[in-house]
T-cell receptor, first 113, second 114 residues
Framework: GQNIDQPTEMTATEGAIVQINCTYQTSGFNGLFWYQQHAGEAPTFLSYNVLDGLEEKGRFSSFLSRSKGYSYLLLKELQMKDSASYLCAVRDWVNSGTYKYIFGTGTRLKVLA | EAGVAQSPRYKIIEKRQSVAFWCNPISGHATLYWYQQILGQGPKLLIQFQNNGVVDDSQLPKDRFSAERLKGVDSTLKIQPAKLEDSAVYLC????????????FGQGTRLTVV
């Protein structure tokens, strides 16, 4: 089966660092994505990992361990505007050239002044 | 490049009524997804099209939900009759066929069933 787990809520202080974890189980893993979603808005792409290791993109980094079925999103120098939900999504192979994106329930991050 | 377009943005209907949502994906994107996102939850895949064919509709409640993508471009999702538990945001997303890029989302349609 397919399963994606991430914490429901996290709270952090402006300027701090926060790590949001995601564990997954899928049958045809072909990449892990992190999306940011502000309340009432569509998810927007943050990062993508298909190989093990760390991908860095400005204040955001994402890590993947395929053998452990584990990823995390690291947010540095937190700003108030980072208050949002962070969705972990796995791309699962369906058939030749086709994939589906399976989402976790999302982690609501509150950044406090 | 224009993004994924969805309409309407908001819809309020009474239970047992019918409703339809429209999505126009990014030009050239062969794969189109409809997701249902209930408040406080992550998006749940309802149906996936590749061109005008259905790839996966295993989580679509087929007794009341239907979707089509007749010409392999825009798509319509319909609910008939609606239930209170259908209140959610319906998100449309698209990707290039075989692409290693992300899925691009539309703004969504927020449905309230009263």
């Amino acid at each position: 089966g397919q399963n994606i787990d991430q914490p429901t809520e996290m709270t952090a202080t402006e300027g701090a660092i926060v790590q949001i974890n995601c564990t997954y189980q899928t049958s045809g893993f072909n990449g892990l994505f992190w999306y940011q979603q502000h309340a009432g808005e569509a998810p927007t792409f943050l990062s993508y990992n298909v190989l093990d290791g760390l991908e860095e993109k400005g204040r955001f980094s994402s890590f993947l361990s395929r053998s452990k079925g584990y990823s995390y999103l690291l947010l540095k120098e937190l700003q108030m505007k980072d208050s949002a939900s962070y969705l972990c999504a796995v791309r699962d192979w369906v058939n030749s050239g086709t994939y589906k994106y399976i989402f976790g329930t999302g982690t609501r991050l509150k950044v406090l002044a | 490049e224009a993004g994924v377009a969805q309409s309407p943005r908001y819809k309020i209907i009474e239970k047992r009524q019918s409703v339809a949502f429209w999505c126009n994906p990014i030009s050239g994107h062969a794969t189109l997804y409809w997701y249902q996102q209930i408040l406080g939850q992550g998006p749940k895949l309802l149906i996936q099209f590749q061109n005008n064919g259905v790839v996966d509709d295993s989580q679509l409640p087929k007794d009341r939900f239907s979707a089509e993508r007749l010409k392999g471009v825009d798509s319509t999702l319909k609910i008939q009759p609606a239930k209170l538990e259908d209140s959610a945001v319906y998100l449309c997303a698209s990707t290039l066929l075989g692409s290693h890029t992300e899925a691009f989302f539309g703004q969504g349609t927020r449905l309230t069933v009263v």
